[in-house]
């Protein structure tokens, strides 16, 4: 029967480089390693007469002592058939603690001393364990904040928490410092927080899932996004490749037509051309009898045969071939001109509409009219303290000076300014003509109606333009931006609410842009004017206009 016998691993391992035996060599003081690492060793000492054991100390003369380990060597290659690898033993990883002893690839800590202030592997700490003068150092659980484990002032291990300073001490801290704080224990103390933690993490965990549900449901709209313009592109693809065919196949019937009705009067032409050819041919043959029967000498030849060569037919005479030198070939041509400019106007027109439909901001005041909206203004919210005046349908408004204080809580105090009855949405776009000095806006209905934050662009919930006679400025927030260009007599704001773009523009033969806000809408919006803007007190007024 076998004997077995149970070897440690790190038996076979070098203590240089902590891997398996490679050429293992003996020193004479029974210690073996691998040739290289003692070699590197001793070559890192720098001494080149006196060589040291790594791991007794031992040192003696002349490297030529050193000798293959042959017995050694043939174990730890049969070990290695066996399957005992050096990457079997226990090395420390970035998270792990690392012992603080091992030369080389350094092994797991298994424990920290608090006396030392060290960690040691399994190897490394038998010491601890074995001699007396180790039993009275503190072990504890490796870790990597050995020095925050320690008191600075006592060298102690903190095991106590101060609720009073909300920091973790040591005994003689609670006996010193810290006297009359409340005081418990470390482990008392995380229990408590760790509910906290654990109050936390359900807080997170529930966030989590939110975000995770939120960030589902944004991956299906991307999706349904991503399968909506596939859909509709190739939807449009197979509609406009059919337009095309369909095209095709009547240019085709228009060619054929053509070409039969070219075939139809060829032929008509061709029949006239021979029948006036023969006709000729006939008439050339009677001419040349009438010359010959001019020319004879015989009076009776020529009065018996005249008679007969001297009459012409009259239906011959008579016929007369009516051209038409284009027949109806132009007005084809003319109907086909006139069919594909109306469909040019037709797919302009259908382009547009796609672009405006795609979220393109219009670019022709025709393209703006297509989104215009009749806006009236709401006298219940007109300036109670300096009376503005509303006419035109309420689509009109002057500043005056006569007072009619009204307390409505609707009403503006502390501004001459007014909003629109109706709430604005989706996408819109009005008109406005304006003299004097003032303020074209949109505003939330919460924005305040009185105090100076009520002013329209001096609060977070409305966006002015201002305008009078020295130039233009935009206002949001109490945020002033100049705008260079000259303020013209009529104005043009475009909304688009989902996408939180407000623009305004100088309305003439070209629209030009004359501010662009980008943000994000929250609310409806209403339309805002307000007049006596700037150095302006009297003589403004602002209409918004009716547009066809």
Same mark, same amino acid.
């Given at each position: 029967?076998?004997?077995?016998?149970?070897?440690?691993?790190?038996?076979?391992?070098?203590?240089?480089?902590?891997?398996?035996?490679?050429?293992?060599?003996?020193?004479?003081?029974?210690?073996?390693?691998?040739?290289?690492?003692?070699?590197?060793?001793?070559?890192?000492?720098?001494?080149?007469?006196?060589?040291?054991?790594?791991?007794?100390?031992?040192?003696?003369?002349?490297?030529?002592?050193?000798?293959?380990?042959?017995?050694?060597?043939?174990? &730890?290659?049969?070990?290695?058939?066996?399957?005992?690898?050096?990457?079997?033993?226990?090395?420390?990883?970035?998270?792990?603690?690392?012992?603080?002893?091992?030369?080389?690839?350094?092994?797991?800590?298994?424990?920290?001393?608090?006396?030392?202030?060290?960690?040691?592997?399994?190897?490394?700490?038998?010491?601890?364990?074995?001699?007396? =003068?180790?039993?009275?150092?503190?072990?504890?659980?490796?870790?990597?904040?050995?020095?925050?484990?320690?008191?600075?002032?006592?060298?102690?291990?903190?095991? !106590?928490?101060?609720?009073?300073?909300?920091?973790?001490?040591?005994?003689?801290?609670?006996?010193?410092?810290?006297?009359?704080?409340?005081?418990?224990?470390?482990?008392?103390?995380?229990?408590?927080?760790?509910?906290?933690?654990?109050?936390?993490?359900?807080?997170?965990?529930?966030?989590?899932?939110?975000?995770?549900?939120?960030?589902?449901?944004?991956?299906?709209?991307?999706?349904?996004?991503?399968?909506?313009?596939?859909?509709?592109?190739?939807?449009?693809?197979?509609?406009?490749?059919?337009?095309?065919?369909?095209?095709?196949?009547?240019?085709?019937?228009?060619?054929?037509?053509?070409?039969?009705?070219?075939?139809?009067?060829?032929?008509?032409?061709?029949?006239?051309?021979?029948?006036?050819?023969?006709?000729?041919?006939?008439?050339?043959?009677?001419?040349?009898?009438?010359?010959?029967?001019?020319?004879?000498?015989?009076?009776?030849?020529?009065?018996?045969?005249?008679?007969? !060569?001297?009459?012409?037919?009259?239906?011959?005479?008579?016929?007369?071939?009516?051209?038409?030198?284009?027949?109806?070939?132009?007005?084809? =041509?003319?109907?086909?001109?006139?069919?594909?400019?109306?469909?040019?106007? !037709?797919?302009?027109?259908?382009?547009?509409?796609?672009?405006?439909?795609?979220?393109?901001?219009?670019?022709?005041?025709?393209?703006?009219?297509?989104?215009?909206?009749?806006?009236?203004?709401?006298?219940?919210?007109?300036?109670?303290?300096?009376?503005?005046?509303?006419?035109?349908?309420?689509?009109?408004?002057?500043?005056?000076? !006569?007072?009619?204080?009204?307390?409505?809580?609707?009403?503006?105090?502390?501004?001459?300014?007014?909003?629109?009855?109706?709430?604005?949405?989706?996408?819109?776009?009005?008109?406005?003509?304006?003299?004097?000095?003032?303020? &074209?806006?949109?505003?939330?209905?919460?924005?305040?109606?009185?105090?100076?934050?009520?002013?329209?662009?001096?609060?977070?919930?409305?966006?002015?333009?201002?305008?009078?006679?020295?130039?233009?400025?935009?206002?949001?927030?109490?945020?002033?931006?100049?705008?260079?260009?000259?303020?013209?007599?009529?104005?043009?704001?475009?909304?688009?609410?989902?996408?939180?773009?407000?623009?305004?523009?100088?309305?003439?033969?070209?629209?030009?842009?004359?501010?662009?806000?980008?943000?994000?809408?929250?609310?409806?919006?209403?339309?805002?004017?307000?007049?006596?803007?700037?150095?302006?007190?009297?003589?403004?007024?602002?209409?918004?206009?009716?547009?066809?």
């Amino acid at each position: 029967m076998e004997a077995r016998v149970d070897l440690k691993r790190d038996s076979f391992c070098c203590s240089i480089c902590l891997d398996l035996l490679k050429d293992p060599v003996a020193l004479p003081c029974g210690h073996s390693f691998c040739q290289v690492c003692v070699e590197g060793y001793w070559d890192s000492e720098g001494e080149r007469n006196i060589c040291q054991c790594p791991q007794c100390r031992r040192t003696f003369r002349l490297r030529s002592l050193l000798q293959k380990n042959v017995m050694l060597a043939e174990l &730890v290659e049969e070990l290695q058939k066996t399957g005992l690898q050096a990457a079997d033993l226990c090395y420390a990883g970035p998270e792990d603690v690392a012992c603080d002893s091992c030369t080389g690839r350094k092994l797991k800590a298994l424990k920290s001393c608090l006396v030392c202030l060290t960690s040691y592997c399994e190897q490394h700490l038998q010491p601890h364990l074995e001699a007396p =003068a180790f039993r009275r150092h503190k072990l504890v659980q490796p870790s990597k904040q050995l020095q925050e484990i320690l008191c600075p002032q006592h060298d102690e291990e903190k095991k !106590l928490f101060c609720r009073t300073d909300q920091q973790v001490i040591c005994h003689l801290c609670a006996e010193d410092q810290h006297k009359d704080h409340h005081i418990v224990s470390a482990a008392a103390e995380r229990r408590e927080r760790e509910k906290e933690v654990d109050q936390s993490r359900e807080r997170i965990q529930q966030r989590i899932q939110e975000r995770e549900e939120e960030l589902e449901m944004l991956q299906q709209e991307q999706k349904t996004i991503r399968d909506s313009a596939g859909k509709a592109v190739k939807d449009s693809q197979e509609t406009l490749q059919q337009l095309i065919q369909n095209l095709q196949r009547r240019m085709s019937d228009v060619e054929q037509q053509i070409r039969s009705r070219q075939k139809t009067e060829a032929a008509r032409v061709q029949g006239l051309q021979d029948q006036l050819e023969q006709e000729i041919s006939e008439l050339k043959k009677k001419d040349a009898e009438l010359q010959q029967l001019s020319l004879t000498d015989s009076h009776l030849v020529f009065l018996q045969n005249v008679s007969s !060569l001297s009459e012409v037919s009259e239906d011959t005479l008579s016929s007369r071939t009516h051209v038409h030198p284009h027949c109806c070939f132009e007005e084809v =041509a003319a109907a086909v001109s006139a069919s594909t400019e109306r469909l040019q106007d !037709l797919l302009r027109d259908t382009c547009t509409n796609i672009s405006l439909m795609l979220g393109g901001e219009p670019k022709t005041r025709a393209e703006f009219l297509r989104f215009s909206r009749d806006i009236t203004l709401d006298s219940n919210t007109i300036d109670s303290q300096k009376l503005m005046l509303l006419f035109e349908g309420n689509r009109k408004v002057s500043d005056t000076w !006569l007072k009619v204080p009204c307390h409505d809580p609707g009403r503006f105090t502390d501004y001459k300014q007014v909003l629109s009855k109706e709430p604005l949405t989706g996408r819109c776009y009005w008109e406005v003509e304006w003299t004097g000095g003032v303020a &074209v806006a949109v505003s939330y209905e919460s924005i305040s109606r009185s105090g100076r934050e009520s002013g329209f662009g001096y609060n977070d919930k409305s966006w002015s333009l201002d305008c009078h006679s020295s130039g233009c400025s935009f206002t949001h927030n109490s945020i002033r931006a100049k705008v260079s260009t000259a303020p013209p007599s009529r104005m043009g704001v475009y909304l688009d609410h989902s996408a939180g773009r407000l623009s305004f523009y100088s309305v003439s033969k070209t629209m030009t842009l004359l501010h662009r806000v980008h943000t994000t809408f929250t609310q409806p919006l209403h339309a805002g004017v307000g007049v006596g803007v700037g150095l302006w007190f009297r003589s403004s007024s602002c209409e918004i206009l009716k547009l066809n």
